[in-house]
């Protein structure tokens, strides 16, 4: 109960990496670790008039960093949840608040929004771990950044965790991609392969195609070199990481 209300009390401010960290440390909870570990990167490269990107934006919590570490710009914030989304645009009203899914393509999709966990909300069902949980599937609007973000906006840090649906958003975005080589911190393969769908292998192969690599968060803090297409798929396909940082 004390961390949830420190937590919730932290969010969004320079006091939640380190609290992130020491959560996980004594916890052993990857997620902690993983939302220190991003933290981190945004503060190590944002800087003040650089333009960031929350892909599955949920509650804003990233959205706050990046505010807070580049402020004075209008950063831009996807969420097809109906209900997060009214939340972050009546939070956000300076931001670029979107109610969109972001995929390969524009069109519309089913979204699926879990009652008990909206954070695990998205685009594919989520049946094995969650398969008598409530659930509701509204229509949303799939929109791509290549159509989303201004061609000239100086992008420098997309955040994507979009329950499973990684490879499209790459795929509508290799315009913006390839011309800003920006850092992108994304979750990918808490499920495996035939959970969700994602192929480790074309994600590594488009995320290589738009000029990026791929490392673990804790090796590239360390200074530590890329992972090779086999050590992306092993990390995917044995479980051993789930969120990553493609980087120039």
């Known amino acids: 109960m004390l961390a949830d209300l420190a937590k919730r009390t932290l969010i969004g401010t320079r006091w939640e990496e380190p609290f992130r960290y020491l959560h996980a440390k004594l916890t052993g909870h990857r997620g902690s670790l993983y939302d220190s570990q991003t933290i981190a990167v945004m503060r190590r490269v944002l800087r003040p008039g650089e333009l960031g990107v929350d892909v599955g934006a949920f509650e804003g919590a990233f959205l706050r960093h990046m505010m807070r570490i580049a402020p004075g710009v209008k950063h831009y914030a996807f969420e097809p949840n109906p209900d ?28 699926h929004c879990m009652v008990e966990h909206p954070a695990l909300s998205g685009l594919s069902a989520r049946e094995r771990d969650h398969a008598g949980e409530e659930r509701r599937e509204v229509t949303v609007t799939v929109e791509t950044l290549d159509r989303m973000l201004p061609a000239d906006a100086p992008v420098r840090l997309v955040k994507v965790d979009v329950e499973g649906a990684e490879l499209g958003v790459f795929r509508g975005g290799m315009e913006t991609l390839r011309r800003n080589r920006p850092y992108v911190l994304f979750e990918c393969g808490i499920g495996g392969a035939d959970y969700f769908g994602s192929e480790p292998s074309a994600i590594f192969e488009t995320l290589t195609e738009a000029g990026l690599r791929i490392s673990l968060l804790g090796s590239w803090l360390a200074s530590a070199g890329p992972l090779s297409r086999s050590e992306f798929v092993e990390q995917f396909d044995q479980r051993l990481n789930y969120f990553f940082l493609a980087h120039p």
């Open 84 to 111: 997060q989304f009214a939340k972050l645009a009546a939070q956000f009203p300076g931001m670029n608040v979107r109610p969109y899914a972001i995929g390969a393509e524009p069109g519309s999709a089913t979204f």
